[in-house]
C-alpha cells in the first residue's frame, strides 16, 4: 500500500489554546486579515489579544459559504489593507476563505486560473502568505485540509482548490469557542464532522494512518454529538465533538470521501442548503446504497467489513451488522431535527442533473464501489423525503 499524508505545520488543541493565536500572529506578521463570519462580535477578544502583541488586524466578514467573488473581495482587502498574514476564524466557511485569501494574497492572479473544472486548474503559487486557522464550530476540520471548496453562482457549482500548499501554518483548535454554538449549527456541523469520519474509513484510499483517525474521531462523536446537542455548555461533549471534528479533517485529507460528498458539493452550488445539512440528508441513504451495492457486486470486498465496524463504533453492539449502522443513522437525525433534501427546495426533476454532476464529482473516486446511476439516484430518492 502506498499513502502520502501531510497537514498543518502545527496544531495546537485544548481548552484555552486560543492564547496561542496572538503570540504565534507576531512571529508571521505585522498586520493581518482577520476573515470571520457574519458576527463581529465572536472576534473581539482575539484583536484585543493582537493588539496587545502589537499585531494590527483587518476584518473581512464572511457571512455565507464562500463564492468567488467573495474570495476576490478578500484578497483586494488584504492587499489594499497591506496584509502579511491571514487568520481564518470561524466555521468552515470562514476558514476555507482565509487558506484560499493567504495562498493568493501576494500573487497577482485571478482565483479562476487555479479552480478545478470551471477555471484553468493551474498548479497554486509556491509560497502563500503564513495562514493561522481557528475553527469556532466542531465540523470541517478545514483547519487541517488541503483544500478550499468555493461557489459559483455563475456556474451553480461548488468547485475545490487542492493543494498541500492551503495547509495552514498553525491550526488553533479550542473547544470553548464551540459552547455558544445553537443546537441547529451543533448538529449540521456535527452531522458533518460524522461523515467526514465514516467516507474516509471506508474509502479505497483509506490507509492504517487515517483509520487510527476515523475509529478514534467515531467513538468521540458517537458518544457525544447528541449529547453536545441537548447540553451546548457540556464542555467534555463540546471538547469530544472538536477532536472528532479534528480527526475527520485529518482522515479526509489523506484518504478522500465518498457519495455523501460527491453529492453533496453539485446540491450545494445549485441549492441554498447548508453543507452541513446536506450531508446529514445524504448520510443514511448514501450508506445503504453502497452496502447494498457491495452485497449485490462485491461481497468479498474489505469496505463491507469496514461497514460493520462502523455500525459497531456507533451502536456500541459487536453484532451489530452494517445496516444497523445505517439505521443508527436515522434515528440520530431524527433526534437532531434534521430535514430531508425536499425541505430546502431540491426538486425531483433536477435528479438526473444532479446525479451526472456527482458522478464526477472528485470525491466519489473514493467511494467503496463504483455506483451506478440508478443507484445514484436512490441515493437522492431516500434523501429527498424521509
Known amino acids: 500500500m502506498q499513502f502520502e499524508f ?36 465572536r472576534s473581539v ?13 483587518v476584518r473581512f466578514a464572511v457571512g455565507s459559504e464562500p463564492t468567488v467573488e467573495l474570495i476576490r473581495k478578500g484578497i483586494e482587502c488584504g492587499r489594499n489593507q497591506h496584509c502579511d498574514l491571514v487568520i481564518g476564524f470561524g466555521g468552515g466557511s470562514a476558514v476555507d476563505a482565509a487558506k484560499v485569501i493567504a495562498i493568493l494574497l501576494i500573487h497577482g492572479s485571478d ?20 495562514c493561522i486557522a481557528v475553527p469556532t464550530t466542531a465540523g ?31 491550526a488553533v483548535v479550542d473547544p470553548e469557542l464551540t459552547l455558544d454554538l445553537p443546537p441547529e449549527l451543533t448538529a449540521t456541523t456535527g452531522l458533518d464532522a460524522l461523515t467526514q469520519l465514516i467516507e474516509p474509513f471506508v474509502s479505497v484510499k483509506a490507509n492504517a494512518l487515517t483509520d487510527g483517525f476515523s475509529v ?11 449529547r ?10 463540546r471538547a469530544e465533538m472538536s477532536q472528532a471534528a479534528l480527526l475527520g479533517g485529518l482522515a479526509l485529507a489523506s484518504a478522500g470521501l465518498g457519495v455523501v460528498h460527491g453529492f453533496a458539493s453539485p446540491l450545494g ?18 450508506m445503504e446504497v453502497n452496502i447494498r451495492a457491495l452485497r449485490a457486486r462485491a461481497p468479498e470486498s474489505g469496505a463491507l467489513q469496514r461497514y460493520q465496524r462502523v455500525a459497531h463504533l456507533l451502536t456500541g453492539d459487536h453484532y451489530a451488522r452494517p445496516e444497523d449502522g445505517v439505521q443508527w443513522i436515522r434515528e440520530l437525525c431524527r433526534e437532531l431535527k434534521m430535514r430531508p433534501l425536499s425541505a430546502y427546495g431540491v426538486s425531483a426533476k433536477d435528479f438526473p442533473v444532479m446525479v451526472e454532476k456527482a458522478s464526477r464529482a472528485n470525491s466519489m473516486k473514493a467511494n467503496p464501489i463504483q455506483l451506478t446511476s440508478a443507484e445514484l439516484l436512490d441515493v437522492l430518492r431516500d434523501a429527498w423525503e424521509w
Open 111 to 130: 482565483v479562476m486560473e487555479y479552480l478545478e473544472i470551471i477555471g484553468n486548474g493551474k498548479p497554486l503559487p509556491a509560497q502563500p502568505a503564513p
Open 45 to 57: 477578544p482575539l484583536v484585543a489579544d493582537l493588539t496587545a502583541a502589537g499585531v494590527e488586524s
Open 140 to 170: 470541517t476540520g478545514s483547519e487541517v485540509t488541503r483544500n478550499a471548496v468555493l461557489t459559483s453562482t455563475a456556474h451553480k457549482l461548488k468547485v475545490s482548490l487542492r493543494s498541500p500548499r492551503m495547509l495552514p501554518r498553525l
Open 269 to 286: 452550488g445549485m441549492y441554498n442548503a447548508p453543507h452541513g445539512a446536506l450531508c446529514a440528508a445524504l448520510l443514511a441513504a448514501g
Open 228 to 237: 453536545a446537542y441537548r447540553e451546548g455548555q457540556n464542555a467534555h461533549a
Open 216 to 226: 478514534e474521531g467515531l467513538r468521540r462523536a458517537s458518544r457525544s454529538l447528541p
Open 6 to 41: 501531510a497537514t498543518a505545520t502545527r496544531i495546537v488543541f485544548g481548552e484555552g489554546a486560543r492564547r496561542e493565536i496572538a503570540p504565534a500572529a507576531k512571529e508571521m506578521g505585522g498586520r493581518a486579515l482577520l476573515v470571520t463570519g457574519k458576527s463581529a462580535a
